[in-house]
T-cell receptor, first 110, second 114 residues
Framework: KAGVTQTPRYLIKTRGQQVTLSCSPI?????VSWYQQTPGQGLQFLFE???????NKGNFPGRFSGRQFSNSRSEMNVSTLELGDSALYLC?????????FGSGTRLTVV | AQSVTQLDSQVPVFEEAPVELRCNYS??????LFWYVQYPNQGLQLLLK??????LVKGINGFEAEFNKSQTSFHLRKPSVHISDTAEYFC????????????FGTGTKLQVIP
């Protein structure tokens, strides 16, 4: 079966711009979680959506937001980009606490 | 609240030598435990999981882990590593019931030296 698909794979943006990342979960998975991964901070939890509702949120500023659609696809948005937002953004869909991750979106802010 | 501690941020080991990556967790309820592996520029992949039953769990690529409830540990082992095992390994824990929020450890980078 198809895995978790994240688009785009790579992205370069300028400081101050905004960006939207997309995640298509495994069919039937209703939970989607987002993580930011950087060499300095490691894997950090952003938020989790379940059946279109945000179920849990990490400790990130309000510039980071997300949503989930009725087909379980999810998007995350980062507004007013900063250099420190450069990272690998990972999406995972899950069922029964078992996560399947996408390959990530590599965001570079210049 | 649950937490996971991976004591070693980096573990260098020679090829064909055994390796153990340590993981300790904290939780007030019954737990599920997981190990994930991440190769460069990829997402995390499930290596193995403990949900219930036998405390010795076997995973892919010859890895195994043992759940030790009294020591609240779930260490990952492999008797003989290969160059291809070079990757970052994450331990994770979730409650076994209710809202199964998963908490990941900070990761251990395994470097296999030829």
């Amino acid at each position: 079966k198809a895995g978790v698909t994240q688009t785009p794979r790579y992205l370069i943006k300028t400081r101050g711009q905004q960006v939207t990342l997309s995640c298509s979960p495994i069919s039937g998975h209703r939970s989607v979680s987002w993580y930011q991964q950087t060499p300095g901070q490691g894997l950090q939890f952003l938020f989790e959506y379940f059946s279109e509702t945000q179920r849990n949120k990490g400790n990130f500023p309000g510039r980071f937001s997300g949503r989930q659609f009725s087909n379980s696809r999810s998007e995350m948005n980062v507004s007013t980009l900063e250099l420190g937002d450069s990272a690998l953004y990972l999406c995972a869909s899950s069922v029964d606490a078992i996560y399947t991750f996408g390959s990530g979106t590599r965001l570079t802010v210049v | 609240a649950q937490s996971v501690t991976q004591l070693d941020s980096q573990v260098p080991v020679f090829e064909e030598a055994p390796v153990e990556l340590r993981c300790n967790y904290s939780s007030s309820v019954s737990v599920y435990l997981f190990w994930y592996v991440q190769y460069p520029n990829q997402g995390l992949q499930l290596l193995l999981k403990y949900l219930s039953g036998s405390t010795l769990v076997k995973g892919i690529n010859g890895f195994e882990a043992e759940f030790n409830k009294s020591q609240t540990s779930f260490h990952l082992r492999k008797p003989s590593v290969h160059i291809s095992d070079t990757a970052e390994y994450f331990c994770a824990v979730s409650d076994s019931g209710g809202y199964q929020k998963v908490t990941f450890g900070t990761g251990t980078k395994l470097q296999v030296i030829p």
